[in-house]
């Protein structure tokens, strides 16, 4: 039997808002949710056997998403050019809604900074991509909800 709760990840979106808040209308390729770890902190002294000993830290990294996208260098609208900010801001990443069961998608959503930008190759016949980096900043722990 087919495993049927799985799904892809065409139909996904993510949004920006906040104190200026960017990127409006973008054609998204590529969201790379990242991870979120803790510090491992080594605990091994002279009189520790057989195995070095580890207890975790107290304070989390909460990771960056990678975005690709579609460049576009002629946008519709002022503000949509991604751009490095100390402006923090929400994103809220929403899942494909499930076909099976569901009323609303999941979100993966918290506060940060776009820390990087990569700006497109330009080639002949080639389509323009580029990518963003957003950091989260730890002060809204991104939180991941499941869909209902």
């Not at 799985?6 to 979106?13: E, H, L």
């Amino acid at each position: 039997m087919a495993n049927t709760t799985v799904d892809i990840g065409t139909g996904a979106s993510c949004v920006f808002s906040g104190a200026g808040a960017i990127i409006l209308a973008l054609n998204w390729t590529s969201m790379a949710l990242g991870t979120k770890s803790i510090d491992v902190i080594d605990t091994t002294h002279l009189g520790t056997t057989g195995n070095k000993t580890i207890m975790g830290g107290d304070l989390t990294n909460p990771g960056e998403v990678t975005l690709e996208f579609q460049w576009d260098s002629e946008p519709i609208a002022t503000n949509v050019t991604p751009n490095v900010s100390n402006v923090s801001q929400t994103l809220t990443i929403t899942f494909p809604t499930h076909t099976l069961n569901t009323t609303s998608a999941a979100t993966y959503a918290g506060t940060g900074l776009i820390t990087s930008v990569t700006y497109p190759t330009l080639g002949i016949e080639e389509l323009q991509t580029g990518s963003l980096t957003f950091t989260w900043d730890g002060l809204t722990d991104a939180a991941y909800t499941d869909a209902i």
